[in-house]
C-alpha cells in the first residue's frame, strides 16, 4: 500500500483516475482508495502540506517513450533537470541503463516513470 497526500479530493481523483488511469476503489472523509496494478494507494486528505522535493511514487513501465507520449497527450508536463543524459522528452537516462521521467500531482507531489534496462 502506498499513501499519497493531497488537499483536494476532486482535483486529485480526475488526475489519479482521469490521468493516470488508476481504478477508484472507495472513498470516505479521510482517504480516496485506488488500485494501481494489484497495489492499492490511498490518496489522503490534508488539510496542508509541502510537497517533497523528491519522487514519492512511481511505476515501472515497458515502454518509457510511449508512456512519456500518452501522458503529454493528457496534459502532463514532465520536469526538465539538469541531469546528463536528460533526452529532449524529459527521459533521463542513468548510467546503469534505467530510463526515467518526472512529473507531478496537482498537489506538487513528484510522481515518475521508469523503465528498467533488461537483466
Do not use: C, H
Not at 48 to 60: H, N, S
Amino acid at each position: 500500500m502506498a499513501f499519497v497526500p493531497t488537499t483536494d479530493f476532486a482535483r486529485a481523483r480526475a488526475f489519479y483516475e482521469g490521468i493516470l488511469g488508476l481504478r477508484f476503489l472507495s472513498q470516505n472523509d479521510f482517504a480516496i482508495a485506488m488500485e494501481a496494478n494489484g497495489i492499492m494507494i490511498r490518496i489522503a486528505k490534508v488539510a496542508e502540506f509541502t510537497p517533497a522535493p523528491f519522487t514519492i511514487l512511481g511505476w515501472r513501465v515497458t515502454d518509457i517513450d510511449a508512456t512519456v507520449a500518452k501522458l503529454r497527450k493528457k496534459g502532463v508536463r514532465f520536469q526538465v533537470y539538469d541531469f546528463p543524459g536528460l533526452d529532449e522528452n524529459g527521459i533521463w537516462t542513468a548510467p546503469g541503463g534505467a530510463r526515467v521521467a518526472w512529473f507531478k500531482d496537482p498537489d506538487g507531489n513528484v510522481l515518475s516513470v521508469t523503465r528498467l534496462p533488461a537483466t
